[in-house]
């Protein structure tokens, strides 16, 4: 239990090993978190850390408390107040606030042809951040769950930094996914804690995103003392470590820590972890790892593809001469009178591939639920689908759906939903006709062709499950989650695929795996993403910038 306010160090932890209970690993013999004991100090609440490397979330969740039995007794490890300031909860406990961005969505998701029915019972982002009741637009009263007293001038202050004050009466299913990302970071901050800790701090968010909430983080961590606290942020090897960050641990599973201290110090260390790290990566992708022990190649995989035939069976003719995949004939999309998407006139070749460029909340998941039948103008005669018109009658949802396979964080979110769903379970949806958004399966689905097909991905990918049968999806890893969605994404051969988001939050070895595999991949892809290493080589981009002003271009590989 944290001590009463004291001039001890914030976080303590002296030769300490942290196990997984027994019952929740189902194991006979305690399952070690790292294989060393751990020794770990945080001396006061203006230190701002870093933890870095492949173990980064195990540390976070050491230091959040998590459900880990800790030897040789919970002593070894201690929370303490810092000293000298306003106490920043009415119990006057230490007070700790972990936040993933890793993890999909959990608030409700609806597609764009419910939009207008959103106000009939959502909350707004205000009642959302403030977190003190649950409400509904259709009443004027709040149910307080809480009797926490709000500082209006801390929650304008952060509000407004992380850009939201304009935008605190918006619906919080109406928000984009950055939006999203931005709310729940003002929530906690608002909760001041004495440690907050965020996970994959960069995840799902543009360039802007990303600046406003490193800079928001930096702020409060300066206030320390004064309603702020110590921020500890996780970050992969490849991200960018803030300039701002004063200490550093890196983690892995071999070593536990491997190095800690002052960043400033630790300069050449990080350096050559990073180097080893990704010469290591890049051979076990290039050709004495995963893609070694595979029996399978590349076109085993695609070649039941309608396309892989076409063009020296991977889809590499020239576009110029080939059909047209989808076009938007001036489209436009507006939301109560709002513009959304204004003038879009797109071509989308067979077998091209798109980067979907644009700020967090541009319109590009309006402009997605346009190919995917999701939005009410998606029957338009200026949707022209391999050079027919999709007028209304001509198609229904579900045919439209054949063709296209999608994975998102609304889809992943979706999928976490089914506690009890399989791997298996979760890779055969891939084979239904309808939306990508059922995870039903029938009995019929259990094919032997299905079944090999699975099995011939499950190994090609070095998916890391005994039994996909048996196991839970939702006892996977995200990175593992989100590598079983990739490949459930293929299994019935799209013409369309739709990737939002489908490698953040990814390792790298399975991602730069996706990548690679993509490449031979004979349909029309469209990819979301915001990190530059996340991105697969692509054809061309088209960039959302506001409504009536976009640009498209083609992307060089020199």
């Not at 929740?24 to 978190?33: A, G, I, N, W």
């Amino acid at each position: 239990m944290p001590s009463p306010t004291t001039n001890k160090p914030l976080v303590s932890i002296k030769n300490a090993l942290f196990a997984q209970s027994l019952i929740l690993s189902k194991k006979k013999t305690p399952q070690y978190v790292f294989p060393k004991p751990i020794n770990f100090t945080i001396n006061s609440s203006k230190e701002k850390w870093c933890v870095w490397g492949p173990s980064k979330s195990k540390f976070l969740n050491i230091l959040n408390g998590s459900n880990y039995l800790i030897l040789p007794n919970p002593k070894v490890v201690q929370y303490n107040k810092p000293a000298n300031i306003n106490d920043h909860t009415p119990n006057n406990k230490f007070h700790i606030e972990y936040i993933k961005f890793k993890l999909p969505p959990t608030t409700p998701h609806l597609s764009a042809r419910f939009e207008y029915f959103k106000d009939e019972f959502d909350q707004n982002l205000s009642t959302f951040v403030k977190d003190i009741g649950d409400t509904s637009t259709r009443v004027d009263y709040t149910l307080s769950k809480t009797d926490r007293q709000i500082d209006e001038a801390v929650y304008n202050e952060i509000m407004n930094k992380l850009e939201l004050l304009d935008i605190q009466d918006r619906l919080v299913m109406a928000l984009s996914n950055g939006q999203m990302r931005r709310a729940r970071l003002a929530r906690s901050l608002l909760h001041k804690p004495d440690l907050c800790l965020v996970d994959d701090l960069y995840l799902g968010l543009d360039p802007h995103g990303r600046s406003l909430i490193s800079k928001v983080l930096n702020w409060y961590s300066e206030q320390a003392g004064n309603g702020g606290g110590c921020v500890v942020t996780g970050l992969r090897i490849q991200d960018e470590i803030p300039q701002w960050c004063t200490h550093i641990v890196c983690c892995d599973e071999v070593e536990g820590i491997v190095f800690q201290g002052e960043i400033g110090r630790l300069n050449s260390e990080i350096r050559d972890y990073k180097t080893r790290w990704l010469n290591s990566s890049n051979t076990r992708i290039s050709g004495t790892g995963i893609g070694n022990k595979t029996k399978y190649t590349t076109d085993d995989l695609i070649s039941t593809h309608e396309w892989y035939h076409e063009d020296g069976n991977l889809g590499k003719g020239h576009e110029t001469f080939k059909m047209l995949n989808y076009e938007l004939k001036d489209i436009d999309v507006a939301y109560r009178g709002v513009p959304v998407l204004k003038n879009i006139h797109w071509k989308i070749a067979k077998g091209s591939k798109w980067h979907i460029r644009g700020n967090n909340g541009c319109g590009k998941s309006t402009l997605l639920s346009l190919l995917t039948a999701d939005h009410p103008q998606s029957w338009n005669s200026k949707i022209i689908v391999e050079g027919k018109p999709r007028k209304t009658g001509n198609s229904n949802y579900f045919d439209i759906n054949k063709e296209i396979s999608v994975s998102s964080p609304e889809l992943h979110a979706v999928a976490l939903k089914n506690r009890e769903m399989s791997v298996l379970t979760c890779l055969l949806s891939g084979f239904n006709d309808d939306s990508s958004n059922n995870f039903l399966v029938k009995r019929a689905s259990y094919t032997n062709n299905r079944m090999k097909l699975i099995d011939m991905y499950v190994d090609y990918f070095g998916v890391n499950v005994p039994d996909i049968e048996s196991c839970k999806f939702q006892d996977l890893s995200v990175s593992d989650q989100k590598l079983i969605l990739f490949i459930r994404c293929c299994l019935k051969m799209p013409k369309l695929m739709i990737l939002d988001e489908s490698f953040s939050g990814m390792e790298v070895d399975p991602m730069l795996r996706c990548h690679n595999f993509l490449k031979s991949w004979p349909g029309t892809v469209l990819v979301v993403s915001h990190i530059e290493e996340e991105t697969p080589e692509v054809d061309h981009y088209i960039r959302l910038i506001k409504p009536g002003e976009y640009e498209i271009g083609d992307v060089s590989h020199d």
